[in-house]
């Protein structure tokens, strides 16, 4: 009965550790399309496909900000399992992906300086400058889609 039960604990313990590590990644992952779904009406704007409302880019431009943050507190050490595109040099080059990193959250500050500014010249560079961020991390640290 004890080996048993014992048995039943571990594989209950068993089961969600062997998915433990998919978390993470889910997690990061919709943090990052959540912050898409707030850039692309951006884009359209920048690129005048959507008309420009100062209230509601500086609002958009400010929920970027924040929603950028996110996703970077999912980054545990070696958290590559399942479908995620995380490449193993975030963790050996730790210092190289914090510094894309800030340079994604320092755009996002540029951004939501210019719309509040309403310059619309300004605008468009700091939005360049956030695009150009996401680029740079994708291209060094995200590997292809499985
Ligand atoms: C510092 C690095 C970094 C920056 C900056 C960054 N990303 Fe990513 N992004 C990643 C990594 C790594 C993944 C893969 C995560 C995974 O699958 O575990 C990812 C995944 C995503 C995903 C999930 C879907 C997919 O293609 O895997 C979206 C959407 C996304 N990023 C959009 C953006 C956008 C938009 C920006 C800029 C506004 C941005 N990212 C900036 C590193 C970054």
Redesign the pocket.
């Known amino acids: 009965m004890n080996k048993i039960l014992t048995a039943l604990l571990l594989a209950a313990i068993a089961i969600p550790a062997a998915h433990a590590d998919d978390a993470?990644?889910e997690v990061?992952?919709k943090a990052?399309?959540k912050?898409?779904l707030t850039?692309e009406p951006l884009g359209m704007v920048v690129r005048e496909r959507a008309p420009y409302n100062k209230t509601q880019f500086e609002q958009q431009a400010e929920t970027?900000r924040t929603l950028?943050r996110e996703?970077?507190n999912h980054?545990p050490a070696n958290?590559?399992s399942g479908?995620?595109?995380?490449?193993p040099e975030?963790w050996s080059q730790p210092a190289k992906?914090?510094a894309?990193?800030d340079?994604?959250l320092k755009a996002?500050d540029n951004l939501a300086a210019a719309a509040k500014s309403g310059d619309l010249a300004s605008i468009k560079k700091s939005y360049g400058q956030?695009?150009q961020?996401?680029k740079?991390?994708?291209d060094?640290?995200?590997?292809p889609?499985k």
């Open positions: 993470p990644a990061r992952t990052f399309k912050m898409l850039f970027l950028a996703p970077f980054f958290s590559i479908k995620s595109r995380a490449k975030i992906f914090q894309n990193r340079a994604l996002t956030v695009a961020s996401c740079t991390c994708h060094a640290f995200r590997g889609e």
